[in-house]
């Protein structure tokens, strides 16, 4: 039962770090309408910035939000110079885009810090907590309640504030959007700044877990991309749930599934999403999967 | 006073010429049909005012040239366009649209007093606050649509076939809300209407367009009495 | 560059031209030397994959981007089956099916989700790939890579290893480019076409546009086993590492900088994918990735048709400027997607010769 546990909260702890990326690309794609596979990329690229404040000897939480900071920045630019071309174009052609930026980003990374794992310090204590006779690491409980606490902000930015509302009108609609005086070119820069926010935190948050690579979130994207077929691209919260189940239950599988194990506890999800297209072609929660054609 | 002056604006879709030269004067207060068959440029013309499409010749508004503005510049302005097909925001719920139509301005107090003017105006949308705009009927987004533009406060109001699709009984009510709207706010428009009755409820003078050029210009007491007019444009 | 394309355009003349390079394509390998050999071997390989990737995407504009999930595939398929001496014609048939087996099964349940979220299942496949690889150490020989050798030159040929090899791949190379030639342009070419523009509209003429997109996808993984089968061929040695998700996007990459929907841009893709890294690694490794990244996103500002459409705007720009008055009745310029094989080929064959001279 312990080890139970202590594996939930585990899988919860990796599962807002996917539903965090999964957050992001969801942000994208409401904004813009693209699925921007360059989040993870930009992500790492985040997380290395940190890193090079941090060298700097700027305290660690300083030096992320220096990062973060970045990061809004990195993707408004982004958005700006490179995806505002191709927006409403060719979808298919939008998607080599990111890819083309998911290459580039990893490329800087690379370039910058090379190839080899980077320490990434942690925010959270190494220590454990008993919860109800299992020991439970303080910093997988932090990281949930970290990312838990950064969605409740954001759903407050969408639902409560003017620049919410504005963000939520030009995902609707831009065109229509603009008639109001909405400026939508920038609303967009925004929209793609807080994903690339969303992203860094993710980033950081699982730096000192996995160290610092230019690869290090491309599995965690994938499972990002999973939450999201399985959530839905127009819910968010379907998104997050998907992204915290597929955490947990990869964690379950990989110790309990010995013919999966911790190797291929990635076929999860894919595993998931097979099943469930062939036995309810029409999605998993009774709609057809929106992406737009 | 001059509002809206258009001086030989041309407007083309790819190597399709659209606009061809077409004048419109509108002053302040004022209303103005655009009248003219299926492709005579009527739609073109309110989105060359708008800044949605690109435009040659001369758009003045307020004495100042408005032309090459992006749409929310123009929205800036005090020009609120309510495009053909209605165009509210789906997603959000009536309220939020109303908010976003206000989204320029500044005065909270006055802005809450406006939407319960446009409740006000449009009583069926009173129920509906909460709901979805995409749950709506065709009617009550049409309504929507209005009332949202309204909140902008604009100097000029462009109506873009307030009643495509529209059952006639529900056609006349948002027309004669408008009409409302117009004598207790006094905001210019230019309306563009296929239904003949319901253009000449609403405009002062109107114009006829014909492969982008105008034809006709008139009064409507003018342009309502003539038979041709009404066969080859209006439908009756 | 007009005199050019009125050459071409002659039957008898391009009939020579075709004739000219395969010649070319024969007599090559035994003047050039080994390494050029190899190299043009591992286009080869390459260009099937690309190929392969570029009817399921560039014709049928279903984003695919674990095209080398199928090629290491093909390849550990080709490694299984001459380890346990199965005749290579044989083997060369598994090292197709298996891979167009799994790939229909794929395709069955991905092409359901419509739109880019293929795109989000298939970028699962190398992902995926690795560690499933690494497990089945039984068939795959695990982290360590399995190897097996059958493109030794036989004794009775009198040729070098390198020599025969290339015959192989050419072989191989040729035939899937003639087929892919006459799918694309066949029936099934217009049906791919007409359900990237609008699946709607494929709809209403009675192109169901599922099955469409299954049998773009499953030629695609079929095409990469034949390129596995091709690269084992080549390099006698695969490894977990030969499906790595990079490896996936620079197959991807290399399949848009070529010229999506163009026969002759995959035998570009090919080329491009084995000479930028090489080009790269030469400077500096560490440059690979971003360079890859960096040439992607050029092209799709500058060349969205890929590196095979650069001939097309340097012409229409030569045109404009030189005789923009005199030539009004002029056709426009939106002239044939495919351009003749021989063109890329000839293109292949002038990178070789820049790349051996840096």
Redesign the interface.
């Known amino acids: 039962m312990g080890t139970f546990i202590q594996l939930v909260v585990d899988g919860l702890s990796t599962g807002s770090i996917y539903a965090a990326l999964a957050l992001a690309i969801v942000l994208v794609n409401q904004a813009t309408g693209l699925i921007n596979f360059a989040q993870g990329g930009m992500a790492v690229l985040s997380a290395y910035t940190a890193y090079a404040f941090l060298q700097l000897g700027l305290p660690l939480i300083v030096a992320i939000l220096v990062a973060v900071v970045i990061s809004f920045l990195m993707g408004a630019v982004i958005e700006r110079l490179l995806v505002r071309r191709f927006e409403g174009g060719d979808p298919d052609t939008a998607v080599v885009v990111t890819i083309g930026l998911l290459t580039l980003v990893t490329g800087i990374s690379a370039v910058l810090w090379g190839y080899n794992n980077l320490a990434f310090p942690s925010l959270f204590p190494l220590t454990s907590v008993e919860i109800l006779g299992a020991v439970v690491s303080v910093r997988s409980l932090a990281t949930t309640v970290t990312i838990v606490a950064i969605m409740v902000v954001l759903q407050v930015l969408f639902l409560r504030t003017k620049l919410g509302l504005a963000l939520r009108a030009v995902a609707d609609n831009p065109g229509s959007a603009a008639f109001s005086g909405l400026p939508v070119g920038r609303l967009l820069m925004v929209g793609w700044g807080l994903a690339a926010v969303l992203g860094a935190i993710a980033g950081v948050l699982v730096a000192p877990q996995l160290t610092l690579t230019p690869g290090m979130l491309d599995t965690a994207l994938v499972y990002a991309l999973a939450a999201v077929i399985l959530g839905g691209l127009s819910s968010p919260i379907g998104c997050v749930v998907a992204a915290s189940a597929i955490g947990v239950l990869e964690n379950l599988v990989a110790v309990y599934v010995p013919l999966i194990g911790h190797d291929l506890k990635i076929a999860v999800p894919f595993v998931l999403i097979f099943v469930i297209l062939v036995i309810r072609p029409q999605g998993l929660f009774g709609r057809k999967v929106v992406v737009r054609v | 006073m001059t509002l809206l002056e258009l001086t030989g604006v041309t407007a083309s879709y790819g190597p399709v010429q659209v606009l061809d030269g077409v004048e419109l004067t509108v002053p302040e207060g004022g209303s103005v049909g655009i009248l003219g068959a299926n492709g005579a440029g009527k739609t073109t013309t309110l989105r060359a005012i708008s800044g949605t499409v690109r435009t040659g010749g001369r758009i003045k508004f307020e004495g100042r040239d408005i032309r090459g503005l992006r749409p929310d510049q123009v929205a800036a302005r005090g020009v609120a366009h309510v495009p053909e097909g209605r165009g509210t925001l789906g997603q959000l719920s009536v309220r939020e649209n109303l908010l976003v139509g206000a989204y320029l301005r500044k005065d909270r107090g006055a802005i809450s007093r406006d939407i319960d003017y446009c409740l006000d105006l449009f009583p069926q949308l009173q129920d509906r606050v909460g709901s979805r705009a995409a749950s709506l009927s065709g009617g009550e987004q049409q309504m929507l649509a209005v009332a949202r533009a309204f909140m902008a406060k604009p100097k000029l109001l462009l109506l873009d076939e307030a009643s495509l699709g529209l059952a006639p009984s529900t056609s006349k009510a948002v027309y004669e809300a408008i009409r409302r709207l117009r004598l207790e706010s006094g905001i210019a428009m230019v309306v563009v209407e296929q239904n003949a009755n319901l253009a000449f409820s609403l405009v002062d003078t109107a114009t006829v367009l014909e492969t982008g050029r105008n034809v006709l210009t008139g009064s409507s007491a003018e342009l309502k009495g003539m038979d041709e007019i009404r066969r080859a444009y209006l439908g009756g | 560059m007009p005199a050019m394309s009125s050459v071409l355009a002659n039957k008898s003349t391009r009939v020579i031209l075709i004739a000219v390079v395969a010649i070319a394509l024969v007599v090559a390998p035994l003047i050039l030397p080994a390494f050029t050999n190899q190299t043009l071997v591992r286009i080869g390989v390459y260009a099937v994959a690309v190929l392969g990737l570029n009817i399921v995407?560039g014709y049928t504009?279903?984003?695919n981007?674990g095209q080398i999930f199928f090629v290491g595939l093909g390849a550990y398929v080709t490694a299984y089956g001459v380890n346990h001496d199965w005749n290579i014609i044989l083997v060369f048939v598994a090292a197709c099916v298996v891979p167009g087996l799994v790939g229909l099964l794929v395709a069955?349940?991905?092409a359901?989700?419509?739109?880019?979220?293929i795109?989000?299942?298939t970028?699962?496949l190398p992902?995926?790939g690795v560690?499933?690889a690494?497990?089945l150490d039984e068939f795959t020989g695990g982290s360590q890579g399995t190897s097996a050798r059958f493109t030794d030159a036989p004794d009775w040929s009198g040729l070098y290893n390198d020599q025969w090899q290339f015959y192989i791949v050419l072989l191989v190379t040729a035939a899937a480019f003639l087929l892919g030639r006459s799918l694309v342009r066949g029936k099934y070419g217009r049906a791919f076409g007409v359900v990237r523009e609008n699946?709607a509209v494929a709809a209403s003429m009675g192109i169901s546009p599922y099955r469409t997109k299954v049998l773009a996808f499953t030629v695609a993984s079929i095409f990469g086993g034949a390129s596995g089968f091709l690269y084992l061929a080549a390099v006698q040695y695969t490894s977990p590492e030969t499906l790595s998700?990079?490896h996936s996007?620079s197959l991807?990459?290399a399949m848009?900088i070529g010229g999506a929907g163009s026969i002759a841009g995959a035998l570009i893709g090919g080329a491009y994918y084995v000479f930028v890294p090489q080009l790269t690694n030469a400077i500096d490794p560490?440059?690979?990735?971003?360079?890859?990244?960096?040439i992607?996103?050029v092209v799709?500002?500058l060349l969205?048709q890929g590196l095979v459409s650069l001939p097309r705007v340097v012409r229409r720009l030569f045109r404009r400027r030189t005789s923009r008055s005199s030539l009004p009745g002029n056709p426009p310029q939106n002239s044939p997607v495919h351009q003749p094989a021989t063109d890329a080929a000839r293109e292949g064959l002038e990178k070789t010769e820049r790349q051996d001279r840096s």
């Not at chain 3, 359901?112 to 979220?117: D, T």
């Not at chain 3, 560490?286 to 890859?292: A, D, E, F, R």
Request: proline share 4%; net charge positive; charged share 10%.
């Open positions: 995407m504009g279903q984003v981007l069955l349940a991905a359901r989700l419509g739109g880019l979220a795109a989000m299942v970028i699962a992902i995926v560690p499933l690494k497990r699946e998700f990079g996007i991807v990459a848009v560490n440059l690979t990735t971003i360079s890859q990244g960096a992607l996103l799709l500002f969205p």
